[in-house]
C-alpha cells in the first residue's frame, strides 16, 4: 500500500469514526440503542450504498470475538459487585436454563411453522435468543428503573452470552451427531464453570499486582488493566473453558478492586468499548446484503414474533417465578431482553463453516435485530412506567481515584462530589472517617482551602483525603455508602471498625447494611 492509498484509508475510517461518535448523540435523543446507527452505517457503505464489498467471514468472526470481549469487560468494570451479589443466582438461572428453555420453544416452534429442518429451527432458536450486553447497558442504565430490576436483566445480559455461544458451536459442529444431550451439557456445564474460575483467579491476581505496584505514568494502569481482561479471556480459550465468561468475570472484579487511577482507567475502559462498538456493528453492517433481507422478512418477523411474545415471557416466568418475582418485575424482564450484535455475530458462525442455510440464518437474525429493537428500544421507558418499576432519581455515586504512597504505605484519594450525590450538606467531621485518615485539601470554586470539621461539603466540590493503605477500602466504601444514603448511611463501633450494628429486635441493618 503506496502513502496516498494509506492516506485514503485513514480518511475513510476516521471520517466514519466521527460520524459514529456524532451518532450517538441521535441515538440518544431517539431512545434507540446506538447499534442502530451504526448497523445503519455500515449498510450505507457496503455494497449496496458506496460500493464496498467486505466479505471475509474469516476477519470477521476474529474481530468481532476480540469486540465482544472489549464489550463484555466494560460491562463487567462498571457493574457493582453489591449489585450483582444479591441477583447472582436469579441471574445465572436466567442466564442458562432460561436461554436454553428459550431456545427450545423458539425451535420447536419454529419447526412447526416453517419449512425448515431440525438444525435450522434449533440455530435459529439458539442464535436469536442470546440478550446484548451492549444493548441492554446502553439503554437501561439510562431509565430510572429499580435498581435490584436492573441489575437482574444486566447480570443477564452479561452471563447468558457464553451459553448460546457454546450451544451455536455445538450445533454447527461435528458433535451435534456425534454428541448426545447428554454430552453437549456436560460440554457446556464445563466451560461455564471454568471460565467464571479463571476469570476471578486471574483478576484477582492481576489485580493485587497492579495495587502493590507504582507504574511509571497513569497512563500505563488501564493499559494494565484490559491487559489482564484479555488475559482471562485467553488463558479461558486454551483450557477450552468459556473465554467470554471469564472476561466478564474478570471485567467484574477488577472494576470492583481499589484500583490506582480508577477514573482514568475507567474512562480508557469506557472509550475501547465504544470503539469496539462501533467497529463491530459497522463491519457486521458491512457484512449484510440488503437485496436479500427483504425475502427473510417474513421468516425474521415469525422467529421474533415467536422469540419475544411466547418463547422469552414462558421461560422468564418458568425461571424467577420460584424466587417470588413480582409479574410486573416478570413483563419488564420479558420486554427489556434486547438483542443485538450477539446474534449477529453469532449468525456469522454457520457461514464459516458453510452450513447450506448458513446466508439464510444470517439474513433473518439480521433483520430481527433491527426490526425488534426499533420495537423493544423506545417503547423500554413507556413499557417501565406503566408497570410501575421506575423509582425517582437516584443519588449519582460519588467519583473516587486514588494514587498508590508506596513509600510510605499510603494512598490519595481524590474525591469528587457529583450533582445528585448526598455527600453534598454533610459535614466533614459526618464523614466519620477512621482516625488515621485525614481531609487535606479541599478545592471548591478553583481555591484550594483546608477544611475543618465542621466544613460543610457542596456539590462540585474535590477532596484529596489521605488514608493508610490498610485503610483504603473502609474509607472509599464509607464514602460511596454515604454518597447514596446520607450522613446516616453508618457509623462506627467503639472499636473504630465501620459496621453496621443490629437492633437487639430485628429493627435495625444487619451486618454490612447501612442504614436508612
Not at 109 to 135: F, M
Not at 496 to 503: E, M, V
Request: hydrophobic share 50%; aromatic share 6%; charged share 15%.
Amino acid at each position: 500500500m503506496n502513502p496516498e492509498d494509506l492516506n485514503l484509508v485513514l480518511l475513510a475510517a476516521t471520517g466514519m469514526l466521527l460520524v459514529a461518535v456524532a451518532a450517538v448523540r441521535l441515538a440518544n435523543r431517539a431512545g434507540l440503542p446506538t447499534l442502530l446507527i451504526y448497523l445503519a452505517l455500515g449498510l450505507a457503505v457496503g455494497e449496496a450504498g458506496l460500493g464496498l464489498e467486505f466479505e471475509n467471514l474469516d476477519l470477521t468472526t476474529i474481530l468481532s470475538s476480540i469486540a465482544l470481549a472489549m464489550i463484555l469487560a466494560e460491562g463487567g468494570f462498571t457493574t457493582a459487585m453489591e449489585d450483582v451479589k444479591p441477583v447472582a443466582l436469579k441471574a445465572g438461572v436466567l442466564a442458562t436454563a432460561g436461554v436454553f428453555l428459550s431456545v427450545a420453544i423458539t425451535g420447536g416452534l419454529v419447526y412447526l411453522i416453517l419449512d425448515v429442518d431440525v438444525r435450522t429451527a434449533i440455530l435459529l432458536g439458539a442464535v436469536a435468543s442470546s440478550t446484548d450486553a451492549a444493548a441492554v447497558f446502553a439503554v437501561l442504565r439510562r431509565l430510572p428503573v429499580k435498581r435490584k430490576l436492573r441489575s437482574v436483566v444486566e447480570a443477564e445480559s452479561g452471563f447468558n452470552d457464553p451459553p448460546v455461544i457454546i450451544l451455536v458451536t455445538v450445533v454447527t459442529s461435528s458433535a451435534w451427531s456425534e454428541a448426545g444431550v447428554a454430552g453437549v451439557a456436560t460440554q457446556i456445564a464445563y466451560q461455564l464453570v471454568l471460565g467464571v474460575v479463571v476469570g476471578f483467579v486471574v483478576a484477582r491476581i492481576g489485580g493485587w499486582v497492579l495495587m502493590h505496584s507504582a507504574l511509571p505514568s497513569s497512563g500505563l494502569y488501564p493499559l494494565a488493566t484490559v491487559a489482564i481482561a484479555f488475559l482471562a479471556y485467553a488463558v479461558a480459550g486454551l483450557i477450552s473453558a468459556s473465554p467470554f465468561l471469564a472476561i466478564y468475570v474478570a471485567g467484574l472484579v477488577l472494576g470492583n478492586l481499589a484500583l490506582p487511577h480508577r477514573s482514568t482507567t475507567s474512562g480508557f475502559v469506557e472509550s475501547t468499548a465504544w470503539l469496539a462498538q462501533i467497529g463491530l456493528f459497522t463491519m457486521l453492517g458491512l457484512l449484510a446484503s440488503p437485496n436479500r433481507l427483504l425475502d427473510a422478512l417474513p421468516t425474521a418477523l415469525v422467529v421474533g414474533g415467536v422469540l419475544t411474545f411466547i418463547a422469552r415471557p414462558l421461560s422468564v416466568t418458568a425461571c424467577v417465578t420460584p424466587f417470588r418475582v413480582p409479574w410486573r418485575e416478570q413483563a419488564f424482564i420479558s420486554w427489556a431482553g434486547l438483542r443485538g450484535a450477539v446474534p449477529i455475530v453469532l449468525a456469522t458462525i454457520p457461514m464459516a463453516v458453510g452450513l447450506p442455510a448458513a446466508h439464510r440464518i444470517f439474513d433473518v437474525v439480521f433483520l430481527l435485530v433491527i426490526l425488534f429493537t426499533l420495537i423493544q428500544g423506545p417503547t423500554l421507558p413507556w413499557v417501565a412506567k406503566r408497570l410501575g418499576v421506575t423509582v425517582d432519581g437516584t443519588p449519582t455515586d460519588v467519583e473516587i481515584e486514588s494514587s498508590p504512597l508506596d513509600e510510605i504505605d499510603a494512598s490519595l484519594l481524590q474525591v469528587s462530589v457529583p450533582p445528585g450525590s448526598r455527600l453534598a450538606g454533610v459535614e466533614v467531621q459526618e464523614l466519620r472517617l477512621p482516625t488515621d485518615v485525614v481531609v487535606s485539601l479541599l478545592l471548591r470554586d478553583d481555591e484550594l482551602v483546608v477544611p475543618g470539621p465542621s466544613t460543610v461539603l457542596r456539590t462540585g466540590d474535590h477532596l484529596l483525603i489521605a488514608a493508610a493503605r490498610h485503610q483504603h477500602d473502609r474509607v472509599e466504601h464509607r464514602l460511596r455508602e454515604v454518597g447514596r444514603l446520607g450522613r446516616l448511611a453508618g457509623w462506627y463501633d467503639a472499636d473504630d471498625q465501620f459496621r453496621a450494628r443490629r437492633s437487639p429486635r430485628g429493627g435495625g441493618p444487619g451486618p454490612g447494611r447501612s442504614l436508612p
